[in-house]
């Protein structure tokens, strides 16, 4: 990655949560405590690649008067052993950030993202993504919602073989919440970076979860991901799939 783009990913990571440190009030109290949800499990995944892995994910939610932010960390990791030769079948990294500034309409928001991917297995070196937008919530119930965000955005990628990929986006994602009950949940996101030149690649992802709590802050979440890469060298996959089931601790 080019000094320059590394500067700004990691610029954007850092400054999205210091925008509360410019406004013209002083910074006010959260609305809630800063909430966090880890975690860790054993996966089994069909693909680009076929074993059983490690999988780790992170999400830390913070929510202000005037702003609030999202961050992710989603991980996986494989090494296999075959006839006595041991070799890492994958690893993955996925980073983002997104931070909103409420507006006046009630659950509507004008929002920054940034991303960083980095699928060893993908025959992309990396893949990362900007975006501003509009959030709305599309409607809410008692026990259920629907987010959305849209906005114009920039990515820039690096294929195994060297070549760089700039384009200019359109960012898209979806959230959808169903409460069972207290005790079980089911939520889908959609994702996708959809690149406005046909012969570029869009990246799109898709979880579908349900989540059961075990006792207090203990939960077992079960879910089935799709990662889908338009355009793909000759020798890879266009889409990934991932079934896990993971224990979550949330705090």
């Known amino acids: 990655m080019r000094p320059l783009r590394r500067a700004v990913l990691v610029g954007l990571f850092f400054a999205i949560p ?22 860790f499990g054993v996966i ?4 680009n690649t076929d074993s059983s892995a490690l999988k780790g994910k992170a999400t830390i939610k913070q929510d202000f008067r005037a702003w609030k932010n999202k961050y992710e960390m989603d991980t996986l990791y494989k090494r296999d052993r075959y ?19 409420k507006l006046s309409a009630e659950n509507t928001s004008i929002f920054v993202f940034g ?51 700039d384009s200019i986006i359109v960012h898209l994602e979806a959230e959808y919440e169903y409460r069972f009950s207290s005790e079980v949940k089911f939520t889908q996101t959609l994702g996708s970076d959809l690149a406005l030149e046909g012969h570029k690649n869009t990246l799109s992802k898709s979880e579908t979860a349900i989540s059961a709590r075990l006792r207090d802050n203990l939960s077992m979440k079960a879910a089935y991901s799709i990662t889908h890469n338009s355009v793909v060298l000759d020798n890879r996959e266009k889409t990934d799939s991932t079934t896990s089931m993971t224990l979550a601790y949330s705090f």
Request: proline letters at 4%.
């Open 18 to 39: 210091s925008i509360h440190a410019s406004e013209r009030f002083p910074m006010r109290m959260p609305l809630a405590p800063l909430s966090m949800e880890v975690e």
């Open 44 to 47: 089994a995944t069909t693909g």
């Open 83 to 101: 006839e006595g030769i041991s070799e890492t079948t994958a690893q993955k990294v996925f980073l983002s950030a997104q931070s909103d500034y």
């Open 115 to 165: 991303s960083y991917t980095d699928d060893r297995f993908s025959g992309y070196d990396y893949q990362n993504t900007i975006a501003i937008g509009y959030s709305r919530r599309l409607f809410s119930h008692s026990n259920a919602f629907l987010d959305y965000n849209i906005g114009p955005g920039y990515s820039f990628n690096r294929t195994d073989e060297g070549n760089k990929e």
